[in-house]
C-alpha cells in the first residue's frame, strides 16, 4: 500500500469527444475539433504559456505579452485552414481527413521544444553553453529537435489516440522534411514549414501576431492568400495577381527582424539574461536538461524568477547582472553598422571582443595620458585623456559583439524566385515571375548583416569604439559604391560613364563618415574617448530618483527684489532663506502670482503666472524663484502679498489708461 501511494499513476488525458470554441484577438472565434483539445489539455502544451513569444521584446515594447501558447493555437488554425481549402478546390489532390488532422496537429505542436525566451535560447544561450564547456559539441540541438522530443513524451505519457505512423508523419511536417516520408504528399509539407521558399502559415501567424501586438498596421490578407493557394506541380502556387501579398509578407519579416526583433536594447537585454544563465549554470545545472523531455517542462522564463527569489549564495553574481537589468543599468551599444551580405564570414573571424581588446591595447597603451584630440582630430578635447587605468582594466570579457543576419526569408536570394504563380484564366500552370512582371523597383540587395559591439562597462565605452574602428580599419577593405554623374556635358549633351570604383585598402581612424573616413564608420556614433566616464550612474538609485532643489542665486534674488520694489511690495523674508525640498515645491505659486511682467489680456494687467505654470509655461518670474520656498498660497502673508499685487498693478494700468492730469484716475487710485 507504501509503494502504490509513493507511485504516482500514469497520466491520461480527459476524453474530449466536442468542438470547443476560443477567440482569438488575430483569427476572431475559433473551433477546433477534440483531437486538438486532448493535446492542448496537456502539461506539454501549457508549458508555452510560459515562453513570450517575442523573447525579451516585452522589455521595450510592453504590448508584446503575448507567448507561444496563443501563436501555437493561430498556427493550428492557419494550417487546418489551409489544407482544408485545398482539399475543396482540389478534390484531385485526393486530400484526406487524416491528412487534415496530422496537419493540424502538426501546426499545434511545431513549438513545443522553444526553450525559455524563444529564439533567444537556441540562439545565444545554447552557443554560450557549448563555448562554455557545459554542453558535449558534438551534440547538435535545434528547437525543432525539442519539439519532436516534447511531442514523443507527450504521446506516449498522456496515451493519446495518434498511431505511431501518424506520428512520424507529425514530426515530419513539423521538420518540413518530406525525404522522412516519402510515401506522404510533398505539398503537405510545405504548409507548416516551408523549406522551398518559405511561405507557410507559421509566417502568416507569427508576422499577423506581432505586428498587432506592437501596435503596427499590416496591409496582409491571410484569408485572400490562403484561398489564391493552388496546387501544381506538387507545390504550392499562388494566383499572379496576389505576388504583391507575398513580396510584402517577405518585406514585413524583414522590417520585423530590423526594428523589434533585432532592436539594439533587446538584444543588450539577451545578452544580460544569458550572461546571468550561465553565471547560474554550474549551480543550476540548466543546460543539461535540455535532452530530458522529464525536466525541460520545468525550462521556461521562469527561471528568472527562480534564480533572483533564491538565497543560495552560488547565484549571487547571477542576481546582480538581473538587478542591474531591473534598474535599467543596461549593456551599452557603443557602435553598429550595416555590412554587405559578402562581409559576414570576414567579420564573425576577424571582428572579435578579443580582437577589440587587444587593437585598443596597442594602439592606446602608448599614448596614455594625451588629450583625445590629438589623436584623432575631430572628436573629443584637451580634457579628453585615456588613462593607465583605462587600459589595464579593459578585458574581453566587458566586451560583446553580434554578427545578425537580416533577410527576407531565403538568405541573399528573392524569396519570389523560388515561388511559382498561375495565371486566372490557366489556374493548372505556373511559372516563375520574370523582372517585368511584378515591379522595376525591388532591392538590389535581399540580405544584409548587422554588426554591433556592446560595452558591459559603460567606463569602457569611448575607448571599446576605438578599439573596434581601428581593427575594423586593418582587416575590413571596402570598395567605394560606383556613383553615376548624371550631370549633362555643355558641350555634346552625353551623360557622364560611371567612374571606376577605387577600393581602401586602409580606412582612416577617425571615423567620422567624411570622404577621408570609410562608409562603414558610422558617423552618427562618434564619441571621445573617455565619453564612458560621464555616463557612469550614480551609485544610489535615490540620487537617480529624488528631485534635487535648486537654489537661485544671489543676482537673481537681487533682480527679483528689484522687480517686487518697483511694484510697492516687499520681499518676504522666506524667500532669502529656503528651508526644506518639501516646503519649496509647495510654496512657489506667490511669487509667481506676484511677477511683474504684464499681460495686457489680463485684468488689470496682471500675468496668470500660477495658471501660466501649471500649463507649462516659460514665464520668466517663475523660473527665477524656482526652487525657493515662499509663503503658502493660503497662508495670511500670501494673502497680503497678493492683495497688494493686484491693487498696485491695477492702479498702474489706470494710470496708463488715462490722460495725465485726468480726475477720475486720481480719485480711483484714492479708493484703492
Not at 18 to 32: A, K, P, Q
Not at 191 to 202: L, P, Q, W
Not at 289 to 301: F, S
Not at 327 to 346: A, G, P, Q, S
Amino acid at each position: 500500500m507504501a509503494d502504490s501511494a509513493v507511485t504516482a499513476p500514469r497520466q491520461r488525458t480527459r476524453k474530449v469527444n466536442n468542438m470547443r470554441s476560443i477567440s482569438d484577438n488575430v483569427h476572431g472565434y475559433v473551433t477546433m475539433g477534440p483531437h486538438v483539445w486532448s493535446v492542448v489539455d496537456t502539461k506539454h502544451f501549457q508549458r508555452l504559456r510560459h515562453l513570450k513569444q517575442l523573447g525579451v521584446s516585452y522589455y521595450i515594447w510592453p504590448g508584446a505579452s503575448h507567448n507561444r501558447f496563443e501563436h501555437s493555437l493561430g498556427v493550428a488554425y492557419l494550417a487546418r485552414q489551409m489544407v482544408v481549402h485545398l482539399k475543396d478546390v482540389q478534390p484531385e489532390l485526393g486530400i484526406t481527413d487524416r491528412d487534415v488532422r496530422c496537419v493540424e496537429l502538426a501546426g499545434l505542436c511545431h513549438d513545443l521544444g522553444h526553450g525559455p525566451w524563444s529564439h533567444v535560447w537556441d540562439g545565444v544561450y545554447i552557443p554560450g553553453a557549448l563555448a562554455a564547456g557545459f554542453l558535449p559539441k558534438d551534440k547538435a540541438w535545434r528547437h525543432e529537435d525539442a519539439s519532436e522530443m516534447m511531442f514523443d513524451d507527450m504521446v506516449e505519457e498522456y496515451e493519446l489516440d495518434i498511431p505511431p505512423a501518424q506520428v512520424q508523419f507529425i514530426k515530419a511536417l513539423i521538420a518540413g522534411d518530406g525525404t522522412r516520408c516519402s510515401d506522404e504528399k510533398p505539398f503537405l509539407f510545405e504548409i507548416v514549414a516551408n523549406k522551398r521558399n518559405g511561405i507557410d502559415v507559421d509566417k502568416f501567424d507569427y508576422i499577423a501576431r506581432d505586428t498587432r501586438a506592437i501596435g503596427d498596421n499590416q496591409n496582409l490578407s491571410l484569408t485572400r492568400l490562403i484561398n489564391s493557394a493552388r496546387v501544381i506541380e506538387n507545390q504550392i502556387c499562388y494566383d499572379i495577381k496576389d505576388a504583391n501579398q507575398i513580396y510584402e509578407l517577405c518585406y514585413t519579416r524583414f522590417s520585423l527582424h530590423k526594428r523589434i526583433y533585432n532592436h539594439k536594447t533587446a538584444k543588450a537585454i539577451e545578452r544580460m539574461i544569458v550572461d546571468a544563465l550561465l553565471v547560474a549554470e554550474p549551480y543550476l545545472k540548466i543546460a543539461g536538461q535540455i535532452h530530458d523531455p522529464k525536466k525541460y517542462l520545468g525550462l521556461t522564463d521562469d527561471i528568472r524568477t527562480e534564480i533572483q527569489r533564491s538565497q543560495a549564495p552560488e547565484l549571487r553574481e547571477a542576481q546582480k547582472i538581473l538587478e542591474r537589468l531591473q534598474n535599467r543599468d543596461l549593456y551599452r551599444c557603443v557602435d553598429y553598422k550595416v555590412f554587405d551580405w559578402e562581409h559576414r564570414e570576414l567579420l564573425e573571424e576577424n571582428i572579435t571582443a578579443e580582437g577589440i581588446v587587444a587593437e585598443a591595447k596597442e594602439v592606446y597603451s602608448v599614448r596614455v595620458g594625451q588629450p583625445a584630440s590629438l589623436l584623432d582630430p575631430g572628436i573629443g578635447d584637451e580634457d579628453d585623456v585615456i588613462t593607465p587605468e583605462d587600459i589595464e582594466n579593459l578585458t574581453p570579457d566587458k566586451v560583446i559583439v553580434t554578427v545578425t543576419v537580416m533577410h527576407y526569408g531565403m538568405k541573399d536570394k528573392n524569396p519570389l524566385d523560388f515561388v511559382k504563380f498561375y495565371p486566372k484564366n490557366r489556374p493548372n500552370e505556373c511559372f516563375h515571375a520574370q523582372r517585368g512582371d511584378l515591379s522595376l523597383l525591388k532591392p538590389a540587395t535581399f540580405a544584409e548583416i548587422l554588426l554591433r559591439v556592446y560595452t558591459k562597462d559603460v567606463r569602457f565605452f569611448g575607448i571599446v569604439q576605438a578599439g573596434y574602428r581601428s581593427l575594423l580599419a586593418r582587416v575590413v577593405t571596402v570598395p567605394e559604391p560606383t556613383s553615376i554623374d548624371v550631370r549633362s556635358s555643355e558641350s555634346d549633351g552625353v551623360t557622364e560613364r560611371p567612374r571606376t570604383p577605387r577600393t581602401f585598402s586602409r580606412i582612416s581612424r577617425t571615423g567620422d563618415g567624411s570622404e577621408n573616413g570609410s562608409p562603414y564608420l558610422n558617423r552618427f556614433t562618434t564619441v571621445g574617448l573617455s565619453y564612458g566616464k560621464s555616463l557612469v550612474p550614480p551609485t544610489s538609485p535615490t540620487r537617480i530618483l529624488a528631485p534635487q532643489p535648486v537654489s537661485a542665486s544671489a543676482a537673481s534674488l537681487d533682480l527679483m527684489r528689484s522687480e517686487m520694489d518697483n511694484d510697492g511690495m516687499e520681499v518676504h523674508p522666506s524667500l532669502l532663506a529656503p528651508t526644506s525640498p518639501t516646503r519649496a515645491k509647495f510654496e512657489l505659486n506667490a511669487p509667481v502670482e506676484a511677477s511683474s511682467h504684464r499681460n495686457n489680456n489680463s485684468p488689470g494687467g496682471i500675468t496668470g503666472g500660477v495658471d501660466s505654470a501649471s500649463r507649462g509655461g516659460n514665464d520668466t518670474s517663475t523660473a527665477l524663484v524656482a526652487g525657493n520656498p515662499s509663503p503658502a498660497r493660503g497662508s495670511r502673508s500670501s494673502k497680503r502679498l497678493r492683495e497688494g499685487t493686484s491693487r498696485e498693478g491695477a492702479a498702474k494700468t489706470m494710470e496708463q489708461s488715462e490722460p495725465a492730469g485726468s480726475g477720475a484716475t486720481r480719485n480711483k487710485r484714492k479708493k484703492l
